[in-house]
């Protein structure tokens, strides 16, 4: 079976009443209302290397199907390191999965359901790996009760990006690199997120916890950018000031104005 996505998603009933309300509203109206944007790893939840297990899982099956032993430690390693140059931007899923195939079984061994097997067992694997971050369910309860629209811009493939959100509770789009075609940092992402929440970039405050991707991105689409720290770790001298910088997720309701 392959596994399909499109932009889709099951809205709350609180973002259907803003829908109606910004659809009633006048374009100076909606000019003046204000959205949030998030990323989603490590911002909203964190996937347990839930990627890196479902390949271990998929190498060891193709291996065991033609008597090859799999070295677990080695598949890890070689699809940790093709993961973080997808994610990076610098190859497609696909060719990092082909390299991370070749690298972990004798080419007989991979048949041409390999990354498709690979999908499959990651997204099965969500609800046992992925966890929200604490306040998480609180802070988009108090989003929705108060109106406020929010989505997600996360770099990443479908249906996985999806599927986590879905386990942590989240009501609003998802918007995934892979099918926009386009990833953060870049300004057509943050783009594409202004357009789903119907405001003015201006308007629109970004919640992220990569200083590059996340929050240089987003200041650079005219966006507000909260950097969420909650690793304690240094920010990068040489980029631009986040406008806000909170340690606790539910501290976005301390600086965005709802």
């Not at 390191?81 to 997808?86: D, K, L």
């Not at 966006?223 to 539910?250: C, K, Q, S, V």
């Amino acid at each position: 079976m392959v596994l399909r996505f499109t932009l889709a998603y099951i809205p709350s009933e609180a973002w259907l009443r803003h829908s109606a309300q910004s659809d009633a509203c006048s374009a100076s109206e909606r000019a003046a209302m204000t959205a949030i944007g998030f990323d989603f790893d490590h911002t909203l939840g964190t996937d347990n290397q839930v990627e890196r297990f479902a390949f271990v899982k998929a190498a060891s099956d193709l291996g065991a199907a033609h008597g090859v032993a799999v070295n677990g430690l080695a598949a890890f390693e070689a699809i940790d390191r093709e993961i973080r140059s997808f994610r990076a931007g610098q190859c497609s899923l696909e060719v990092a999965l082909r390299r991370a195939f070749a690298a972990t079984l004798p080419e007989a061994a991979i048949d041409h359901r390999a990354a498709e097997r690979f999908r499959e067992l990651a997204v099965q694997m969500v609800p046992s790996y992925v966890r929200a971050l604490p306040g998480v369910d609180a802070l988009l309860h108090a989003l929705d009760d108060a109106l406020v629209p929010y989505a997600i811009l996360t770099n990443g493939w479908n249906p996985l990006q999806q599927r986590k959100a879905d386990a942590v509770g989240f009501r609003g789009p998802v918007l995934v690199s892979e099918d926009l075609g386009v990833r953060k940092p870049g300004a057509g992402a943050f783009a594409k997120l202004g357009e789903v929440l119907g405001v003015d970039s201006t308007d629109v405050w970004y919640v992220g916890d990569d200083p590059h991707a996340d929050v240089g991105g987003a200041l650079s689409a005219g966006m507000r950018a909260i950097w969420f720290d909650w690793e304690g770790r240094p920010y990068p001298a040489e980029l631009a000031a986040p406008t806000a910088t909170i340690h606790r997720i539910a501290d976005v309701l301390s600086v965005v104005p709802v």
